[in-house]
Antibody
């Protein structure tokens, strides 16, 4: 039974760095063909993929945000961490941690509950 | 980036009636390996999105057979054979053929 849960601040100030942690269970990120990523949903309900880290530590980033995003994994703690620098009010969104079984053709088959992050002074 | 366009954006449906959502991509989603990387998600009110269909027509685990996906190349359809009250929410198509994965705008299904 795969579960993921996001944790981190609910409010950040403009220009600050956001750090979100995804703690997961029910699988190992050492398993070939799996990955964990982040997707955000704007207040207007648009979904935007941000980044994905693969079982072999390969990483992919959204090109428009690549200079602001970092994704890392700690397989011993079953965690994936997202950092996003220089936060702006337009980054206000619900951030979801997602599991990927990309090798089976299922890109985002499990989602966390999401965490709402507001960017404001 | 591949642009995904859904229609309609709002879909009122009477329970027991069928429903259909269209999704078009700006480029073919057919990979050289023969697979088509198109997925459908449902976000019920107050919940996270959940995977319904992957590889264009494969139902995810636990998804009722009332839901079916079809299409090829750049044109895809999600069909619900008989809508139930529990089917309300936002439906999104998503392409995974190229990075970045991109989503359609979402279609809001509501019960008449």
């Amino acid at each position: 039974h795969i579960t993921l849960k996001e944790s981190g601040p609910t409010l950040v100030r403009p220009t600050q760095t956001l750090t979100l942690t995804c703690t997961f269970s029910g699988f190992s990120l050492n398993t070939r063909g799996m990955g964990v990523g982040w997707i955000r949903q704007t207040p207007g309900k648009a979904l935007e993929w941000l980044t994905l880290i693969y079982w072999d530590d390969d990483k992919r980033y959204r090109s428009s945000l690549e200079n602001r995003l970092t994704i890392t994994k700690d397989t011993s703690r079953n965690q994936v961490v997202l950092t996003m620098t220089n936060m702006d009010p337009v980054d206000t969104a619900t951030y979801y941690c997602v599991h990927s079984s990309y090798a089976s053709g299922k890109y985002f088959d499990f989602w966390g509950q999401g965490t709402l992050v507001s960017v404001s002074t | 980036d591949i642009v995904m366009t859904q229609s309609p954006l709002s879909l009122p449906v009477t329970p027991g009636e069928p429903a259909s959502i269209s999704c078009r991509s700006s480029q073919s989603l057919l990979h050289a390996n023969g697979y088509t990387y198109l997925e459908w998600y449902l976000q019920k009110p107050g919940q996270s999105p959940q995977l319904l269909i992957y590889l264009g027509s494969e139902r995810a685990s636990g998804v009722p057979d009332r839901f079916s996906g079809s299409g090829s190349g750049t044109d895809f359809t999600l069909k619900i054979s008989r809508v139930e009250a529990d089917d309300v929410g936002l439906y999104y198509c998503m392409q995974a053929r190229q990075t970045p994965p991109t989503f359609g705008q979402g279609t809001k299904l509501e019960i008449k």
